[in-house]
């Protein structure tokens, strides 16, 4: 009740001031008449019955004012009065205001957009109910030297049987499929599942049914599900889809349902989803194949969940059979373990890292940014005196002229943070469209309220922090001094210009850690590019991926056909070679151990896994890797089934010594197999990236015949011309010519330069150096700019002890280094600070960094000398100007 | 509900005995000069003089303030009216909540006074 009234009362003072003010002024002068009257009863005259009451009621204007100063909403009043106050002051200084807001809408923008990243990338939970219980089941296999392994059918049936601490256990692996009998035949991506997979994450079909067990039946219906997007391209989104067959590698599949449009996983492309389809009857311990996710019961640690799956992993062996050839204990001797991590964190991996790296740097430029406009601040303070000092001798406490002075900074602070997040959108847009980048969860980044609220906040501390300075410098009435009108000419000046050297300082020894980050990742990219990454000429080699469909059966026919295919690619005009390959170079590909003849393994002990490609005849050739010591495959070696295999410069240094060494050595995939000779060794690929070592590799043929008769062959090939066409359209439409000439049918996939495969790895290194290296320039300039303010204000301060110097003969060149020697020491005690930070904050970095250490003396030294020189010139210029100060005129100036 | 109600004594004042209203009375003197009959801002200061004998002379700006504070408070009630003069004077009455705050005020009142008197009977 009293609430609401004091709410409404105000309210309505608010609204009808006038009326409000009205009525007291008329109850006041009411009150003076009355005692008035009464005196006059008392036997005063009118006159002095007049004086007397007046007396009595003291001063009527602050009476007025003392009535009319109770309630809440006078508090409103006099903010609204100050904010115009502001504001005017704002607009009336329009080249400080200019200046500040674009310093701090670049401050605010750079920083609200890494944040927008981090809080979309990081901090936002999976699109799935729950999210926070999904894990993926990831192993580590350290007797194999193998850190990060995937998971088996027999360890997915495993975790489903036996472990305790799970809801539900699904297995997935990503996979393509030539659609036929839509149109043009086209390669679609999609995703083969265990028919748990969407209970997993919780996921409802948006039509149809999702898989049961049933589907999972080698033997029954093969079904399909496919997702909205897809539906929608293919079949218009029609319910009448359902039902309907797909040509799947020229099998019709039967689709049973379609997902939701919110529908996504682990950032993949996918169209359709297929169930597994296996007999329990032949699961075998090994097989390596699959990605694995869970979602934990209720309240289950992670730890817990890693402790549960350690547990029931031994099982596996006992619950279904060694692969043959392969020793019982070959998952005991690998030392498989799980390595079981939340969904998110698998999904993100080591981004985080660079992200917080980011943050950090976008963080520096904002306190940069707020130091430089404390600056301005303070000289606009300085000239601010004389107002200051008639406001406090006006009856102004120093409580209110803070607040009034605080009122203006944050006013600027969020006209400079709305600014900002104007900014910030231009850049999402500008990051999200240009595929640089490259990041998980890219689509989830935009300005929501969450980034709304950061970039408030951060405006109202930025508005607090430059403001609280000159603020607190300024309130303390100095009425006497403030209200001589030359207050500029007084010495005092040196008290006050410490606060600007501290901020300049400060200033440089940010900039300084910005400009070592960014020199760090300079020589980090440096060193990144002169790693030869095993392969040359990357720009003209166009890569595409063409599978065989199931129709074509028969190892030998497969083969044929991939080599007809190449055949038809070496035709086009300005090809000069092409091969193929079963994965692309910083794409992976399967691990396995490698048994060597001559270096027999102690029992129960594997040797490490190394990393196996299968390559055409003139691979080597075609991508530009040298071959070191032996021949290449022939396509006679593989119509012949020849047992041959071509290894890497570092596997023959581990094994044999050197690379001549090897030529002539023999090797087993098993215990059982048969030997298979090394016939050459190829220059180390940097398969894993060009800043980890190059992996261990073997290169087998196309066609490749076991121990045990049986043959393997790779459907999807992915095929490599050499051309200075690369990248254009023109050749796009010739390769695709030129491989549906060999049959109509095949589809033609993931159509990219070797090159932009090899800048989209070096990404997250590129994408890193150049925001640093934006940031880093930025807080040069802002450097400079500080050091310039600075010092011309404090020649302007001082210009006629300068005027004083040179009439009593100081040289040019004397008064000129004066005032640059203050520069230089400003800029040096910064340097100072900034060594200190830079060596403390560049610590956090070093994962990103690559070739150099966090403590590079040359990346100190030229950032130091960047910044003395930045100092130079920046006290230079108006130092200059001292100089031309007229003796005469300054000593006359005031 | 305590506030500072003297503002500075006059210069008058300063000579003579003190006239100030007890810290925190104001509100309470106000309320029960009301409860007798709705009054103006000068009549309710002239009543709490004469009644209280002269011992306190209210100040006008507490008075004017103390007004508004117990109108927001729903203590209070006012109307523009004419006075027996017929000039328009702001009348203040008090209302059903008002009734209720005069007798807890007046309860406390007397608590403290009582309390005060047995200690200072006590100190005797």
Not at chain 1, 818 to 843: K, Q
Not at chain 2, 38 to 56: D, T
Request: hydrophobic share 45%.
């Amino acid at each position: 009740m009293s609430l609401w009234r004091q709410f409404s009362g105000g309210l309505q003072a608010l609204v009808k001031r006038q009326t409000a003010d009205q009525e007291i002024t008329d109850e006041i002068s009411h009150y003076l008449d009355e005692a008035t009257a009464a005196f006059v009863a008392r036997g005063l005259s009118p006159d002095a019955a007049r004086r007397a009451a007046r007396k009595e009621l003291g001063n009527v204007t602050s009476l007025r004012q003392e009535v009319r100063g109770y309630g809440w909403e006078n508090r409103i009043e006099t903010f609204l009065a100050d904010l115009r106050h502001a504001a005017r002051w704002l607009l009336a200084n329009r080249g400080f205001t200019a200046v500040s807001l674009i310093v701090l809408a670049l401050g605010i923008g750079a920083t609200t957009a890494i944040f927008s990243i981090v809080e979309g990338v990081l901090l936002k939970p999976l699109p799935y109910p729950h999210s926070e219980q999904l894990v993926s089941l990831r192993h580590t296999a350290p007797g194999v030297g193998i850190p990060d392994l995937n998971m088996s059918t027999s360890v997915y049936l495993t975790y489903r049987e036996e472990g305790r601490v799970f809801q539900n256990v699904a297995l997935s692996t990503g996979g393509s499929w030539a659609v036929t009998g839509l149109g043009e035949p086209e390669k679609v991506p999609g995703r083969v599942v265990s028919h748990d997979f969407l209970d997993t994450l919780r996921i409802q079909p948006e039509l149809g049914r999702q898989f049961t067990a049933a589907d999972e039946n080698p033997d029954g219906e093969r079904t399909v599900m496919l997702t909205d997007g897809f539906w929608r391209s293919k079949f218009g989104g029609d319910r009448a889809a359902l039902g309907r067959h797909i040509v799947l590698d020229g099998t019709p599949w039967t689709i049973v349902g379609v997902l939701p449009p919110s529908f996504e996983f682990m950032d993949r492309k996918i169209s359709l989803l297929v169930p597994f389809r296996f007999r329990r009857a032949d699961v075998t311990v090994l097989g390596f194949c699959c990605d694995g996710i869970a979602r934990l019961k209720p309240g289950v640690t992670l730890a817990q969940a890693n402790a549960d799956a350690a547990r029931v992993l031994p099982l596996a062996t006992e619950k279904f059979p060694m692969n043959p050839g392969w020793s019982p204990t070959t998952f005991q001797d690998a030392r498989i373990a799980p390595r079981l991590q939340l969904l998110k964190d698998f999904l993100i991996g080591d981004l985080g890292k660079t992200l917080w790296v980011l943050m950090a740097t976008m963080s520096i430029v904002m306190l940069i940014a707020c130091a430089n406009v404390a600056n301005l601040l303070l000289v606009r303070m300085d000239e601010r005196q004389h107002e200051l000092a008639v406001r406090a001798a006006l009856g102004a406490t120093a409580g209110r002229i803070v607040r009034s002075l605080l009122l203006e900074s944050v006013l600027l602070g969020l006209l400079g943070g709305a600014l900002g997040l104007a900014l910030a959108w231009i850049a999402l847009r500008i990051l999200s469209a240009s595929t640089l980048m490259n990041l998980p969860r890219m689509h989830e980044i935009s300005i929501d309220p969450a980034v709304m609220a950061f970039a408030f906040v951060l405006s109202m501390l930025a508005g607090l922090l430059f403001g609280l300075i000159p603020a607190l410098k300024y309130a303390r009435p100095r009425t006497a001094a403030g209200l001589r009108s030359e207050g500029r000419s007084l010495t005092a000046g040196r008290e006050r210009q410490r606060a600007r050297d501290f901020l300049v300082a400060a200033q440089v020894s940010l900039a300084m850690i910005l400009l070592v980050g960014a020199g760090l990742m300079i020589r980090t990219f440096h060193a990144l590019r002169h790693v030869d990454p095993g392969f040359s000429g990357a720009a003209r080699l166009e890569t595409m991926q063409v599978g065989i469909p199931d129709t074509v059966q028969g190892t030998e026919q497969i083969v044929r056909m991939e080599e007809a295919i190449l055949r038809k690619l070496e035709a086009i005009p300005g090809v000069s070679s092409a091969a193929a390959i079963s994965a692309l170079p910083l794409n992976h590909d399967q691990n396995d151990p490698i048994y060597a003849e001559d270096h027999p393994e102690r029992k129960g002990e594997i040797p490490p896994a190394r990393r196996f490609k299968h390559v055409s005849p003139g691979y080597f050739a075609a991508v530009g890797s040298r071959l070191i010591a032996g021949r290449d495959f022939s396509w006679d070696d593989n119509y012949s089934r020849i047992h041959a295999g071509i290894v890497s410069e570092n596997l023959a240094r581990e094994l044999w010594g050197n690379p001549a060494a090897a030529i002539g050595r023999r090797i087993r995939l098993n215990p059982k197999d048969s030997w298979y000779e090394v016939i050459g060794v190829v220059a180390d690929l940097h398969d894993d990236g060009v800043d980890r070592n190059a992996p261990t590799m073997v290169y087998w043929p196309l066609l490749q015949r076991n121990a045990d008769g049986h043959e393997d062959v790779v459907r999807g090939l992915y095929y490599i011309v050499r051309t200075p066409r690369a990248g254009s359209e023109a050749l796009v439409r010739d390769l695709q010519t030129a491989v549906t000439s060999v049959n109509a049918k095949l589809p033609v996939a993931d159509v990219n330069t070797l090159q932009s495969i090899y800048d989209k790895s070096l990404a997250r290194s590129s994408v890193t150096l150049m925001l640093l290296a934006i940031a880093g320039g930025m807080a040069l300039l802002l450097g400079i700019v500080g050091i310039y303010g600075v010092i011309s204000y404090s020649v302007s301060l001082r210009t006629r002890e300068i005027g004083i110097r040179m009439a009593l003969g100081g040289s040019l060149e004397k008064v000129t280094r004066l005032f640059v020697r203050e520069g230089v020491a400003m800029c040096g005690i910064g340097l100072i600070g900034g060594f200190t930070g830079a060596l403390l904050l560049t610590g956090l970095m070093k994962s990103l960094l690559f070739g150099v250490n966090s403590a590079d003396p040359l990346t100190y030294a030229v950032a130091a000398a960047g910044l003395m020189v930045a100092a130079l010139v920046g006290s230079y210029l108006p130092a200059r100007r001292a100089t031309k100060v007229d003796p005469v005129e300054a000593l006359r100036a005031e | 509900m305590l506030t500072v109600i003297s503002k500075g004594a006059t210069l008058e004042s300063m000579n003579e005995a003190n006239t100030d209203v007890i810290q925190g009375t104001l509100d309470m003197l106000i309320l029960k000069t009301l409860s007798l009959e709705p009054l103006h801002g000068f009549g309710i200061a002239r009543r709490i003089e004469q009644v209280s004998k002269g011992v306190f002379k209210v100040n006008p700006g507490s008075l004017l303030t103390a007004f508004k504070r117990l109108e927001r408070m729903g203590w209070l009630d006012s109307e523009w009216r004419e006075t027996e003069k017929s000039r328009k004077a702001k009348y203040y009455s008090l209302t059903r909540a008002g009734r209720k705050q005069l007798d807890i005020e007046t309860a406390d009142w007397n608590r403290r006074v009582s309390a005060i008197a047995r200690l200072l009977r006590f100190e005797a």
